[in-house]
């Protein structure tokens, strides 16, 4: 079995996975949305003593497993440098303790393998990838071949609903709260500017649709009503998934790969999973999508893409392992 640990961001969750079938045994996450909530945000430090204290909680459960164990493996890659450190650090100690060998997982690639959580995985496969993080149309050939195509020049999509959702004073994390407002909200009621609609490369951006949010807010004549709440989420959702349609339909058009998924939190937005639907259906490509309760940030998705670099021999010494917050790629 391997132990898996995840704490890239405000999440702290440890998952057991079986080795010769990849079933999980056990699985377990703390989230922190209330404690961040106040705050319309992740706050880093706040973040990392709360994971300090959540994962020793979940692995005294883990407790049983312990002499089953063939590997440890943890997400060092990208995230908040001192929440990845939390998950790290425990992860290192573990090893050196139990004798077992350390396996570092790049937290988008478990987003990706949170397609074959408990099955085999299928490749050629186009991936839309939606998180708090990262909005990226990656082409993935193999668990060591996967090409970014294009991705967002400055905001995500995850990290637009939480801000519209702070400025509406809505609460954290926005995304879940801004679907449930826009869905009976009237996408037409406010007008916004589709993002890059007349660039021809895959590329994303939303720091422009979140000031033309922030416009529409503040041309209102008094604080938005409840109504006017819904009409501005039903209007913002509209255009972002627009944005994200449009520039996948442009990849799509050139690829011939037979799959197609979203993953990442925000592939949780079931008008985003409805699109993507559609354009896979256009492109004749089978949708891929991740079960809704593995769709945010946890440790089985990490365990999933463990097992292949366990396959591969894929170790890092345990004093070697450090934290990069920031990565270029996924491989
Ligand atoms: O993958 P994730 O759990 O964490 C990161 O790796 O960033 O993604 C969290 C992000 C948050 O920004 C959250 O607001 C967004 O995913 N999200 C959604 C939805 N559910 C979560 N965005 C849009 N619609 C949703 N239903
Ligand atoms: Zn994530």
Redesign the pocket.
């Known amino acids: 079995m391997i132990l898996s640990i995840e704490s ?2 405000d999440d702290s969750s440890i998952a057991i996975t079986r080795l010769e079938d990849r079933a999980i045994l056990f699985h377990k996450k703390i989230s922190q949305d209330s404690a961040h909530s106040p705050h319309g945000g992740v706050v880093p430090e706040l973040a990392s003593r709360l994971h300090a204290v959540a994962l020793p909680k979940i692995l005294e459960e883990c407790a049983p497993f312990f002499p089953h164990l063939k590997a440890i493996a943890v997400t060092n890659e990208p995230g908040l440098s001192v929440t990845l450190l939390e998950g790290v650090m425990m992860a290192k100690a573990l090893a050196l303790a139990l004798h077992l060998p350390l396996i570092a997982v790049n ?1 988008l690639k478990g ?1 990706l393998y949170s397609l074959f959580l408990e099955q085999e995985s299928r490749f050629p496969l186009d991936v839309l990838l939606v ?3 990262h909005t990226m149309v990656l082409h993935a050939r193999s668990f060591g071949e996967i090409e970014i195509i294009g991705q967002s020049m400055d905001d995500s999509f ?2 637009s ?2 801000k519209v959702a702070k400025m509406l004073s809505l609460g954290y ?4 709260i801004v ?1 449930s407002y826009a869905k009976e909200g009237d996408a037409s009621r406010f007008p916004l500017p589709l993002p890059l609609a007349g660039k021809k490369e895959v590329a994303f951006s939303f720091s422009g649709l979140k000031n033309a949010v922030r416009l529409a807010i503040q041309s209102l004549q008094n604080p938005p009503n409840e109504q006017e709440k819904r009409d501005i989420c039903a209007s913002f959702q509209a255009t972002a998934i627009a944005h994200l349609i449009q520039k996948c339909r442009l990849y799509l058009a050139t690829s011939n790969a037979p799959y197609l998924a979203i993953v ?3 592939s ?2 079931l008008a985003l999973r409805e699109e993507m639907e559609r354009l896979g259906e256009r492109f004749g490509k089978k949708l891929l999508l991740a079960p809704l309760a593995y769709c ?2 946890n440790a089985a998705m990490i365990g999933r893409a463990a097992l292949e670099s366990y396959a591969l021999g894929a170790f890092t010494p345990p004093l070697e392992l450090t934290v990069r917050p920031r990565t270029p790629s996924l491989c």
């Open positions: 890239s961001c937290h987003h998180s708090g993080g995850g990290e609903f939480d994390p926005g995304g879940p679907e990442g939190g925000a949780a937005n945010s940030d």
